[in-house]
């Protein structure tokens, strides 16, 4: 089920800073990271989008929709949900907002709180961190065995 997320929501909750310059792209790093381990689906949304800023960017399987000033994203978020109709049931909205949250309930989305959701994407970083199967680096030893045992005999001469 893909996520529909209220960002400044959810930035201070993964420890991350609202007044800091990159709050949106180090949460949207997240994300992807999120999910990739997670294979999911990811809308976020950002109010406050300063002129000439607003817009969508795609970043792998996160969508960042940047509201300009003078709306809100949990303006944006529910007009998203209204003009889904039926098809939010297959969405989660994640939020602490009471009317963004009720706005989710309204089409019958699931929703969790942000605070749910920051613990949901922390179990994603371990996950990504202790995987057997993430390609791990080589050390100088390691490279130079691997060269002698694929090299031909007159590179070795």
């Known amino acids: 089920m893909p996520y529909i997320i209220d960002g400044h929501n959810l930035i201070p909750r993964v420890g991350l800073r609202l007044d800091a310059l990159d709050d949106e792209i180090a949460?949207?790093?997240?994300?992807?990271?999120?999910?990739?381990?997670?294979?999911?689906?990811?809308?976020?949304?950002?109010?406050?989008a300063p002129p000439g800023e607003d817009g969508t960017r795609k970043f792998g399987y996160v969508t960042a929709h940047f509201v300009r000033k003078g709306r809100t994203a949990d303006s944006a978020i529910h007009a998203r949900l209204r003009k889904m109709g039926n098809s939010a049931?297959?969405?989660?909205?994640v939020s602490s907002d009471r009317e963004v949250l009720a706005s989710a309930k309204y089409v019958r989305a699931s929703s969790i709180s942000a605070d749910e959701f920051a613990q949901q994407?922390?179990?994603?970083?371990?996950?990504?961190?202790?995987?057997?199967n993430?390609?791990?680096?080589?050390s100088?030893?390691?490279?130079?065995?691997?060269?002698?045992l694929f090299s031909s005999d007159e590179e070795k001469d």
């Open 27 to 48: 949460l949207v790093e997240m994300l992807r990271e999120f999910c990739r381990v997670k294979k999911k689906r990811v809308d976020i949304y950002f109010d406050g």
């Open 89 to 93: 049931r297959n969405w989660t909205v």
């Open 121 to 132: 994407i922390e179990n994603a970083r371990f996950v990504a961190q202790n995987d057997p």
């Open 134 to 138: 993430e390609d791990k680096a080589l």
């Open 140 to 148: 100088k030893q390691e490279v130079d065995e691997w060269m002698n």
